[in-house]
T-cell receptor
């Protein structure tokens, strides 16, 4: 089982739609969680950190469920510019140190 | 505020050759991590440098080595290149190591795209 798993997609949604991505992680001793956005052939950029209480940034909402070991990202009112790959990142304790483990990413394409 | 800078942006090598990639961290950051990203995959952790020492290492062979300099910049060296080493190599910087607490956010450079023929 992969340490961090995501549905690779692609998710093709019309403009204005709401779309949700999930990510599961294997190690319960995980410290921090993030969503990064990566545009084609570009570097990943931090979208938002994910907190246990859930957090919202404009049209984006992230949730963490430690009991079930998954995090989610909800995008409301999708824009064409939201088209990208969304990477789930978990900072987990392995062999006594923390490492940032990336999922394979979920591709989103927002259609006009 | 200078972000993470990497060089070169693109390079082509042949099997068996050696390559050195360079990274300057974001101003104020002291920790550098290197990742390999193959097409269609997420970034895979290679290693992390803090205080000029390798602090953590991912599942990569000894052909992959690195160095951190007193000014926090870093190099990634890959020897005896294989076709499978073709990938985007990403450098990420952060502050304070992070391997002990897991509390730091990574900032990425634009990457060095390596093609091995």
């Amino acid at each position: 089982r992969k340490e961090v798993e995501q549905d690779p997609g692609p998710f093709n949604v019309p403009e204005g739609a709401t779309v949700a991505f999930n990510c599961t992680y294997s190690n319960s001793a995980s410290q921090s969680f993030f969503w990064y956005r990566q545009d084609c052939r570009k570097e990943p950029k931090l979208l938002m950190s994910v907190y246990s209480s859930g957090n919202e940034d404009g049209r984006f909402t992230a949730q963490l469920n430690r009991a079930s070991q998954y995090i989610s990202l909800l995008i409301r009112d999708s824009k064409l510019s939201d088209s990208a790959t969304y990477l789930c990142v978990v900072n987990m304790l392995t062999s006594g140190t923390y490492k940032y483990i990336f999922g394979t990413g979920t591709r989103l394409k927002v259609l006009a | 505020d200078a972000g993470v800078t990497q060089s070169p942006t693109h390079l082509i090598k042949t099997r068996g050759q050696q390559v050195t990639l360079r990274c300057s961290p974001k101003s104020g950051h002291d920790t550098v991590s290197w990742y390999q990203q193959a097409l269609g995959q997420g970034p895979q952790f290679i290693f992390q440098y803090y205080e000029e020492e390798e602090r953590q290492r991912g599942n990569f062979p000894d052909r992959f080595s690195g160095h951190q300099f007193p000014n926090y910049s870093s190099e990634l060296n890959v020897n005896a290149l294989l076709l499978g080493d073709s990938a985007l190599y990403l450098c990420a910087s952060s502050l304070g190591g992070g391997w002990q607490s897991g509390a730091n956010v990574l900032t990425f450079g634009a990457g060095s795209r390596l093609t091995v023929l």
